[in-house]
């Protein structure tokens, strides 16, 4: 039974359960051995009852009674026995590195934002000294007296909702920032979404934890969910849509020519051939560090409309500091790929793609405005489909807004993301949860108003023109 309270509050019922530590179901297989990746392997097993009434020596009879996946052989698999802990010093986050590379290969969403090559200059140029990582770890079960094992991380910093005076951490979003999802370790997912829940409220008494853009289907929306269900959790789901993203089909052709409209696929071309005439038209794409790209990139997007408006990268100090050492970091490990598309060797569209193994978010497009009579992003990104096909991607994040008009037009796929807030202590801070949807919806209402009699006053001020 589920109850609501509120526009967009959900209370969810107590359901008794026992879990154990298992791997989702998606990470399993129903060969006789799996291999997950270069550290893991579950093999499948049977247990067997044995009927004495017709059982002899010879001719012993068994019956299967079910199946079961077991751990055979991994190097890191954690106890159940959590501690979290708050890292604020980039220089600290560094001494984790590779804990925490390992949380990326073994997480339920790899999500690039937190990789540490992205989320450490990020937290040495963007943070503004308000922003620790949380980190949840554990003692190897094999090795206790060794590393611990990284089972969670995200960056998290204090937040106020509508004026309540009760603490309140959010997951940490800076404008480089497109995908909060925490990295949570599969093998104890459900484990750890539990302890975090718990550790938030009862030793840092935070009442009120904030999930701001975080991806709203598969593994990770489902864990929150049986977590709200189990405890009876309030939540306050603040926001929710889709963006464009890519899933690769057969190949690129039959990508392009399914998925992207006749009027697109001719126009394109028609402009490629006549931008043609005007030189060499080439893309190329690079997964190598190459400054003098970097630069191009920069300036780029500095001389279209987000140059005039000062959002560009390049117009700020601590951001342009921040994608110089995170693309270096990033590319030195080939973890991001670079397109160039370029008219006598001149860049006219860029592309900035952040990649883990076959997942990949489009972080960050250029194009030269004074060619966009001859769309140069669109033919980037009809090169660039082609290029995911050959590199073998899954699933790519498009990044970009809802409504975005160009990328819309050649990924039509999908993703949902949601933001929740979650009561965490006492009845006052699931009261406060119940009561956010309608101040939202106040506060929605009186904009709308404002907006409605501002546009009746500057009717009223040009009668002339009626």
Not at 102 to 109: C, K, P
Not at 156 to 166: A, D, E, L, Q, S
Request: aromatic share 10%; hydrophobic share 35%; net charge neutral.
């Amino acid at each position: 039974m589920t109850a609501s309270v509120g526009v967009g509050t959900q209370i969810f019922p107590v359901w008794p359960q026992t879990r154990t530590q298992k791997f989702p179901n998606n990470f399993r297989n129903q060969n006789e051995h799996v291999r997950l990746d270069g550290n893991c392997m579950i093999k499948k097993l049977s247990r067997v009852e044995t009927s004495p009434a017709t059982t002899s020596p010879t001719t012993p009879v068994t019956k299967k009674i079910a199946q079961k996946h077991y751990r055979v052989s991994e190097i890191d698999i954690p106890e159940n026995s959590y501690r979290a802990r708050l890292i604020q010093h980039p220089d600290e986050l560094e001494a984790i590195f590779e804990p925490w590379s390992r949380l990326m290969e073994v997480s339920v969403r790899p999500n690039s934002f937190f990789d540490p090559d992205f989320l450490i200059p990020a937290m040495r140029h963007l943070s503004d000294g308000n922003v620790s990582v949380f980190v949840v770890d554990a003692p190897q079960r094999m090795n206790s007296e060794g590393e611990r094992v990284i089972c969670s991380l995200f960056p998290v910093t204090k937040k106020h909702f509508y004026g309540f005076p009760m603490s309140c951490l959010e997951i940490w979003k800076h404008d480089q920032c497109f995908d909060c999802t925490p990295l949570i370790r599969y093998d104890c997912a459900d484990e750890v979404v539990e302890f975090i829940f718990a550790d938030l409220g009862r030793r840092l008494n935070t009442s009120l934890f904030s999930m701001n853009t975080v991806v709203g289907e598969g593994i990770f929306a489902n864990l929150l969910s049986d977590n709200f269900y189990r405890n009876s959790r309030t939540v306050f789901h603040r926001d929710e849509f889709t963006r464009s993203c890519f899933r690769p089909m057969e190949d690129a052709e039959t990508f392009i020519n399914s998925k992207v409209s006749k009027s697109t696929r001719k126009g394109t071309q028609r402009l490629s051939r006549k931008l043609s005439t005007r030189g060499e038209l080439a893309t190329e794409f690079s997964t190598h560090h190459n400054p003098a790209w970097i630069e191009e990139f920069l300036a780029l997007e500095s001389a279209g409309w987000k140059g005039q408006t000062g959002t560009a990268i390049a117009s700020d100090q601590s951001t342009s500091g921040f994608f110089r050492e995170m693309t270096r970091r990033m590319l030195d490990k080939q973890k991001m790929v670079i397109s160039r598309t370029s008219l006598n060797d001149h860049p006219i569209s860029m592309h900035c793609d952040l990649k883990h193994r076959e997942q990949a978010a489009h972080f960050k497009i250029a194009f030269d405005e004074s060619l966009s009579e001859f769309s140069p992003g669109l033919i980037g990104e009809l090169a660039n489909i082609r290029h995911l096909h050959e590199s073998a991607v899954e699933f790519v994040d498009s990044c970009a807004d809802p409504d975005h008009s160009m990328i819309n037009r050649v990924w039509p796929d999908r993703v949902r993301f949601q933001s929740l807030v979650v009561a965490l202590r006492g009845p006052t801070s699931r009261l406060a949860t119940s009561l956010f949807p309608l101040i939202q919806s106040a506060g929605t209402l009186f904009k709308t108003n404002t907006q409605s009699d501002s546009g009746k006053s500057q009717i009223a001020a040009k009668p002339d023109e009626l």
